[in-house]
């Protein structure tokens, strides 16, 4: 593993069904991000880790959830998928405060 | 509050061309960061430069320079001689040095899309 890395590449849903979208990263880096992007809308922060062990909610939390058991990992599961959440979603890491992050490669999540 | 405008949608240029991005930025905070950011075609995320807001030193990487003044509050990238493989699309992104919270999650604009043509 080198960087980060997402899993799957990409996903088609049904609407109802639980999905976790899955990121690694191998930098031991405290603080991890997921951020969702849409057309004309750039991208948006969902949920964040400081460091492993804690979590916060970002500006679109709603309908996501986060853990951070270990500081490698930091999967994010749609309890009930519904066709707003289709996206591209991107797990970002980063050493410290304000430090640059690291971008996978992304998943392309579409529910139908 | 925090926002990023990135008032260019798309950008269309001939190879060769000079190109500016333009990119504006709202915080009230004294201490924050700017980002740029590319998105080939590929859909990755590329860094391209991190700025602090006590350094209002211009930048040049290449053919890339950025202008950051903190008196207009923009931070615009220029690609000078583009070429083909500059199209994708750029994010600027701001990041403020807050404790407590979400420490440094970006906060973009919504990007500009460069096509450069041959």
């Known amino acids: 593993i080198a960087g980060i890395t997402q899993a799957p590449t990409s996903q088609i849903l049904a609407a109802g069904r639980r999905m976790t979208l899955r990121c690694t990263q191998d930098?031991?880096?405290?603080?991890m991000y997921w951020y969702r992007q849409d057309l004309g809308l750039g991208l948006r922060l969902i949920h964040y880790?400081?460091?492993?062990?804690?979590?916060g909610k970002g500006e679109v939390p709603d309908g996501y959830s986060v853990s951070r058991a270990n500081t490698d990992d930091f999967p994010l599961t749609l309890a009930s998928a519904v066709p707003s959440q289709t996206s591209v979603y991107f797990c970002?890491?980063?050493?410290?405060?304000?430090?640059?992050?690291?971008f996978g490669p992304g998943t392309r999540l579409t529910v139908l | 509050a925090q926002k990023v405008t990135q008032a260019q949608t798309e950008i269309s240029v001939v190879e060769k061309e000079d190109v500016t991005l333009d990119c504006v930025y709202e915080t009230r905070d004294t201490t924050y960061y700017l980002f740029w950011y590319k998105q080939p075609p590929s859909g990755e995320l590329v860094f391209l430069i991190r700025?602090?807001?006590?350094?209002?030193q211009n930048e040049i990487s290449g053919r890339y320079s950025w202008n950051f003044q903190k008196s207009t509050s923009s931070f615009n990238f220029t690609i000078t001689a583009s070429q083909v493989v500059d199209s994708a699309v750029y994010f600027c992104a701001l990041s403020e040095a807050r404790y407590g919270g979400s420490q440094g999650n970006l906060i973009f604009g919504k990007g500009t899309k460069l096509s450069v043509k041959p």
């Open positions: 930098m031991r880096h405290n603080a």
């Open positions: 880790s400081n460091t492993a062990g804690t979590t």
């Open positions: 700025r602090n807001s006590f350094d209002e």
């Open positions: 970002a890491s980063s050493p410290g405060l304000a430090g640059e992050q690291f």
